[in-house]
């Protein structure tokens, strides 16, 4: 299949630009199309042959539930059931924006959007590329993010390029990526709301609106089986190796001992150091990729899954990355980084 790529400069567009891929999307195409938060790959969230389509380029799991997004309120009741006054507080809040909201789906949506459950995931998002294509198209899009599965999610038009072309119908070069890591997954179709996956929006700005909101507890306890279906799959896997160094202090000693006990432990193959320009800095005799600024935990976030992948453009055999506060943007960097790294660990 050819992919026809349209490039857009998101500050200066006519918006007719996405006839094309809206038209795609009414004929039960896929197409590619940047979010503030990763590129989605988005297909018709109506059509199962449509929807089929996603799971096959992507090669995702199948019971691996995806977001549907829409542009406009009105959409929303035409998807779930009646909700109540917490989630028209939290719609108000964070709509549009990078959080997706699990509500009681009605029949119209295909079970396999859901995986088969009674519950839908739902997001606006606020990239204006995003909400205009769904807008021309006049349908919810179900999109997950626009790379192979396990594969880092695409925060740059090339990554889609990449895993994607001769796979689907059109791609949209929106630019990058603001937030760089995917949506937060908030529960609110059970008793207590609960985050199912830490992402653009932070517990910390949930806890402003609802004060009884939790993490799930598999987000803390690794072995115990996630809400959420995608959580329990490996992510966000560059082909290189990933460990997280853990440390209390790096003053000079620390330094010398990290590097020896490193080229003592991976003989012969090349190693990367990822983290902040403050860490990164400190390894400087190596391949090393700075994600921004220590204190700017959003810029991190917005580096991460780029670097992941240039690692690999590298052929960078074995990944150091530094570890960040659990607080704030720091959970859902945490959360990819120990995915990414399957859990493995550094300790000195
Ligand atoms: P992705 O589309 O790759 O960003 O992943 C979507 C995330 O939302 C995955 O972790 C899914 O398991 C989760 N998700 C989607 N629908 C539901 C649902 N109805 N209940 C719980 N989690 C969901
Ligand atoms: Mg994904």
């Not at 001769?166 to 207590?192: A, R, Y």
Request: one cysteine or more; proline letters at 5%.
């Amino acid at each position: 299949m050819e992919t026809k790529i349209i490039r857009i400069d998101k500050d200066n567009y006519f918006n007719k630009i996405l006839n094309y891929p809206a038209k795609v999307l009414n004929e039960g195409g896929l197409v590619a199309f940047p979010t503030e938060t990763v590129y989605g790959l988005g297909a018709n969230a109506l059509d199962e042959d449509a929807l089929l389509k996603i799971f096959e380029a992507k090669g995702r799991p199948a019971d691996n539930p995806l977001i549907v997004h829409i542009a406009n309120i009105d959409e929303l009741d035409v998807l779930v059931e009646e909700y109540g006054l917490l989630e028209k507080k939290v719609i108000s809040k964070f709509w549009p924006g990078p959080l997706t909201i699990i509500f009681k789906k009605k029949d119209i949506v295909p079970d396999i959007v859901t995986a088969g459950l009674d519950t839908v995931a739902i997001r606006m998002p606020s990239s204006k590329i995003a909400r205009k294509l769904i807008e021309l198209a006049n349908i919810p899009l179900a999109a997950p993010s626009a790379n192979l599965s396990g594969k880092p999610s695409p925060t740059v038009v090339d990554h889609v390029i990449e895993d994607l072309t001769g796979k689907i119908e059109c791609i949209i070069d929106g630019g990058n990526c603001e937030v760089g890591l995917e949506s937060t997954v908030l529960d609110l179709s059970g008793e207590i709301p609960t985050v199912l996956r830490p992402g653009g929006v932070t517990y910390e700005k949930l806890l402003e609106v609802i004060p009884n909101v939790i993490f799930d507890e598999a987000l803390i306890n690794k072995d115990m089986t996630p809400k959420s279906p995608g959580m329990k799959y490996v992510h966000y896997s560059p082909e290189a190796e990933v460990y997280i160094l853990e440390y209390d202090e790096l003053n000079s000693q620390k330094i010398f001992e990290i590097n020896s006990l490193i080229k003592e432990k991976f003989i012969n193959k090349k190693i990367g150091f990822m983290g902040s320009r403050q860490f990164v800095n400190k390894f400087n005799k190596n391949f090393t990729i700075s994600l921004g600024n220590k204190e700017d935990l959003n810029e991190i976030a917005s580096n991460l899954f780029n670097a992941l992948r240039k690692f690999d453009e590298h052929d960078v055999e074995v990944v150091i990355s530094e570890s960040f506060k659990n607080e704030g943007m720091g959970v859902a960097i945490m959360n990819r980084l120990n995915k990414s790294a399957g859990y493995k660990t550094i300790k000195i």
